[in-house]
């Protein structure tokens, strides 16, 4: 009863508190708009780049919370009120005695008897706090997946659903000079309406993933500080500053102190103060992925991030990058660690960066959920282009409102989160989904909200090949017409046909549009070597890899490729004994990074890219 009475209260926090509709398709209004995430029973905030703990300096409540595990959910009861409030005693559930885990992390890593769990588990960590009179205190979670219910010192502050965004609540009147306690159920057990649905080809690991932070702010604060280049403009720069309250007639400024140049505005009714700018920074490229500190002020409040210019149009078949083609040589990767575990701070990640560079990518395709906030940080210092998405993969409810407004709701907050990255330069909104009229109902609204969030970046979807006949490949999907690129996942020489045939297909594309492959390749184990016929060999992975860039390269408005995937990762639908074991085999490196020889045949088509004068 209890958990359906809560179950209710999702979904009309979902429905209720997503009224965001902006007007206009101009990122510097519509992120200054307040909407998103409330987090819930009136309590929740919504989390724009003003609550980023890169740019502030927040209290982490990171470090050893106490667990304890609950697989049949008994603690939602009512008779199991010590889980909720941390307050009567029953031995069972007492968090003193129960063990503890470093928060940032998955569950799933913590001990291996919970490799497969999927939840729910009750967190808690301890606190103390000296209150300070006119101040603000928002509590942020980075993320945790897939489902979250928070308690401060037994008061339910809220609920989010979704595992890769991160979400806050106001704590500011249940804070004074004590110790305090903050405990969280989260649950990644999978169900029908969630996105990702129940089935998904990677482990989805459960747990308090992303950082946790208490921001101790002015009253009224910052909530959005934006600035970018205007949409195909190198000369102009436009962004606003968003209050945490709708205060009118305040004066916010931005101001660039290396460019010198600055600009002073008053908000409006909303709280939100406009800017555009006349600059001509050096450009943020891959290769110099250059960056300016820019200064957001508004009375009390202030905070600098080091933020790159650059434009990103598709103009017929070509992607442009600062107004000049490019092409994107890209790769696959999944936001975990090398051998398993959800990536949970900027270094877990810093090898596969490597590796990707020395594979000669500019272009990274972070699948199939937005990843952490340090990996595309540091992707983007390192001079990458990057694909971010939401996990709406394969099969999920396209009738369900609740799932519709849960998607919306993740790539608002994916898009609200990043919007200050240039190295962000496409937002994805789907993956291989199945033809039908309700799905493209579904998808069709969200590219249009995709474009009123941002008409500043590419807006894409992963599908799938569509007809073949023959040796024809005609791409047929009907969501075409509502993306900028044509993306598109094939598995030609595996899935079917074998590794030396892929050449003699060709590709009917249908749309003036740059095309993007989004996805192809084969398993290979590492060390497996045979005949490059026999499969899970590294000769075959090579052999498929060669046929399959023959076949690509003929693609008339070919822009880009990011083949699956830069490197082997944990998925439970890939038992296979000695060759899998537990592992998607598809990586052209293995997951303790030992490179496969198709790493290699990929490396050497894009040095030979780089070769050419542009396509
Ligand atoms: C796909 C999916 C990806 C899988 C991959 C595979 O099309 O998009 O998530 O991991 O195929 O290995 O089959």
């Not at 979670?141 to 979250?148: D, K, L, P, W």
């Amino acid at each position: 009863m209890v958990k359906s009475v809560f179950c209710l209260s999702l979904i009309f926090v979902h429905a209720l508190l997503w009224a965001y509709d902006p007007s206009t398709a101009d990122i510097a209004k519509v992120v200054g708009d307040k909407g998103g995430l409330r987090g819930g029973l009136g309590c929740g905030v919504d989390v724009g780049t003003g609550l980023d703990p890169f740019v502030r300096d927040p209290i982490s409540l990171n470090g050893p919370w106490s667990y304890i595990l609950d697989p049949q959910d008994f603690g939602a009861a009512e008779f199991y009120k010590d889980l909720r409030q941390d307050g009567v005693k029953l031995v069972q559930h007492d968090f003193d005695r129960a063990p503890t885990m470093n928060v940032p992390t998955d569950w799933n890593s913590v001990d291996r008897s919970l490799l497969y769990y999927e939840g729910p588990m009750w967190l808690r960590r301890k606190f103390s706090w000296t209150a300070r009179p006119g101040r603000r205190a928002i509590l942020r979670f980075g993320a945790v997946n897939y489902r979250a219910d928070v308690w401060l010192d037994g008061k339910l502050l809220g609920s989010h659903e979704g595992g890769f965004t991160p979400f806050a609540f106001d704590v500011t009147s249940l804070l004074a000079n004590k110790t305090h306690s903050l405990v969280v159920r989260a649950d990644a057990t999978r169900h029908p309406e969630s996105i990702p649905c129940m089935a998904f080809d990677w482990w989805n690991y459960g747990g308090i993933t992303r950082d946790v932070a208490l921001f101790d702010l002015p009253e009224t604060y910052i909530a959005e500080g934006v600035l970018q280049c205007a949409k195909g403009r190198l000369d102009v720069l436009e962004g606003c500053v968003r209050l945490s309250d709708a205060r009118a007639g305040v004066t916010a400024s931005v101001k660039i102190p290396e460019l010198d140049v600055s600009a002073e505005a008053k908000t409006d009714a909303k709280g939100i103060a406009r800017f555009r700018i006349e600059a001509k920074p050096e450009l943020w490229s891959p290769e110099k992925p250059r960056f300016y500190e820019v200064r957001f002020a508004c009375g009390p409040d202030a905070f600098a991030d080091q933020i790159g210019f650059r434009t990103i149009e598709v103009k017929g078949k070509k992607i442009l990058l600062n107004g000049k083609q490019v092409f994107f040589k890209g790769v696959s990767l999944h936001n975990e660690k090398l051998g398993g575990g959800r990536v949970a701070k900027g270094s877990d990640a810093q090898r596969q960066l490597e590796l990707a560079k020395d594979l000669g990518c500019n272009f990274l395709r972070l699948a199939h959920y937005p990843h952490d906030e340090a990996t595309v940080r540091a992707a983007e210092r390192q001079g990458f282009m990057v694909w971010s998405e939401i996990p709406v993969y394969w099969n999920i409810q396209w009738t369900n409102e609740a799932t519709y407004a849960n998607a919306e709701r993740q790539l608002c907050d994916m898009v609200r989160r990043d919007v200050n990255r240039a190295g962000v330069v496409v937002w994805s909104l789907a993956n291989e989904t199945p033809y039908g009229a309700a799905r493209d109902k579904f998808l069709s609204t969200l590219a249009k909200k995709a474009r009123t969030l941002d008409m500043t970046r590419i807006i894409s979807m992963a599908m799938e090949i569509g007809d073949v006949k023959g040796d024809v490949c005609t791409i047929t999907d009907t969501l075409n017409p509502y993306v900028d690129i044509v993306s598109f996942n094939q598995y030609i020489g595996w899935y079917w046909a074998g590794a030396d045939e892929a050449a003699r297909f060709v590709f009917k594309i249908p749309y003036d549009k740059p095309v993007v492959i989004s996805e192809f390749g084969g398993g290979a184990v590492y060390g497996r070597h045979g005949p490059k016929t026999e499969r899970w060999t590294e000769e075959y992975q090579a052999e498929l890899y060669r046929f399959n860039l023959e076949m690509l390269s003929r693609i008339d408005g070919l822009s880009g490729l990011t083949p699956w995937i830069l490197f082997d990762f944990r998925s439970p639908r890939r038992p296979c004994p000695g060759i899998q074991d537990g592992f998607n085999r598809k990586g052209l490196v293995s997951e303790k990074g030992e490179k496969k020889l198709a790493f290699d045949v990929m490396r050497r088509f894009y040095e030979a890219l780089d070769r050419k004068p542009a396509r």
